[in-house]
């Protein structure tokens, strides 16, 4: 479980973009319209077209300590 988003990041696999989504309502699509970014250091959210291949994992955070 994530317990604290510090960079909320993508990019995409196909244009090359990389997109930061700075606040909980900062949504961005790639300039190719296929992946996009949500949740500032909310939650993480992605949107894509294709698969979970469409994008490569940027956010940097921590996980929950068992």
Do not use: P, Q, W
């Not at 973009?17 to 190719?32: A, W």
């Not at 959210?45 to 996980?63: F, G, P, Q």
């Amino acid at each position: 479980m994530i317990t604290k988003i510090y960079k909320n990041s993508i990019k995409c696999n196909l244009c090359g973009e990389i997109l930061v989504s700075e606040n909980v309502h900062d949504f961005k699509f790639c300039k190719c319209g296929t992946v996009a970014v949500d949740g500032g250091n909310e939650i993480l959210r992605r949107i894509y077209k294709n698969s979970t291949d469409d994008y490569t994992e940027l956010s940097e955070y921590e996980e929950e300590k068992s």
